[in-house]
Nanobody, 124 residues
């Protein structure tokens, strides 16, 4: 059974940092693009960032550019999201997602596997 498990969420003050992790099990995602999405209450799930299987290519939403960094460690089947200079508008449930193949993508429907999500709350 394929599972993506996120961790690292929590409550942080504005300007603070958090590091999210997503570890996959059940199959290897070493050749798979992976991404992070987020969903705030009453809003649609939105793209945050994605990374190619090699880590050579990344894509970021304009709202997080310069503040968030995605990375991956294929030997551990893990992808990370370093979030700095957090703002209250970053508050959301953050989801990890993986594609089975292809290029990095910015739409949720392009992803085949999803984690259960981890809550990030940024207080002002």
């Amino acid at each position: 059974q394929v599972q993506l498990v996120e961790s690292g969420g929590g409550l942080v003050q504005a300007g603070g940092s958090l590091r999210l992790s997503c570890t996959a099990s059940g199959r290897s995602f070493r050749t798979s693009p992976m991404g992070w999405f987020r969903q705030a209450p009453g809003k649609e799930r939105e793209f945050v960032t994605a990374i190619s299987w090699s880590g050579a290519n990344t894509n970021y939403a304009d709202s997080v550019k310069g503040r968030f960094t995605i990375s991956r460690y294929n030997a551990k089947n893990t992808v990370y999201l370093q979030m700095n200079s957090l703002k209250p508008e970053d508050t959301a449930v953050y989801f990890c997602a993986a594609r089975t193949n292809g290029l990095i993508a910015t739409i949720p429907d392009a992803y085949d596997y999803w984690g259960q999500g981890t809550q990030v709350t940024v207080s002002s």
